[in-house]
């Protein structure tokens, strides 16, 4: 049973910076696109970032420039790098594996003064 983990959420004021990681279990990681998706309260869940196997990146609009998604395969991890954070990017961060249904737990990050 392949599980996701998230850390790395917490509270920063507008333009910091917050590293989010998302650990891995089982034998899928390395050859899936990963994505960090986030909601807002009262908002859709909204994809942030992806990255295939091969390192390929795709970002949101709202993100790109200040985001920076990787993996280390070797560690099964994912992480999301968020510079030059905006309140607007207040959301529950979730991990997701492309083409499955798993998911993380996810993990609050709040942009506030």
């Known amino acids: 049973q392949v599980q996701l983990v998230e850390s790395g959420g917490g509270l920063v004021q507008p333009g910091g910076s917050l590293r989010l990681s998302c650990a891995a279990s089982?034998?899928?990681?390395?050859?899936?696109?990963m994505s960090w998706y986030r909601q807002a309260p009262g908002k859709g869940r909204e994809l942030v970032a992806s990255?295939?196997?091969?390192?390929?990146?795709n970002y949101a609009d709202s993100v790109r420039g200040r985001f920076t998604i990787s993996r280390d395969n070797a560690k099964k991890t994912v992480y999301l790098q968020m510079n030059s954070l905006k309140p607007e990017d207040t959301a529950v961060y979730s991990c997701?594996?492309?083409?499955?249904?798993?998911w993380g737990q996810g993990t609050q990050v709040t942009v506030s003064s």
């Open positions: 997701h594996i492309r083409g499955t249904s798993i």
């Open positions: 990255i295939t196997g091969g390192g390929t990146r």
């Open positions: 089982g034998s899928l990681f390395s050859i899936n696109t």
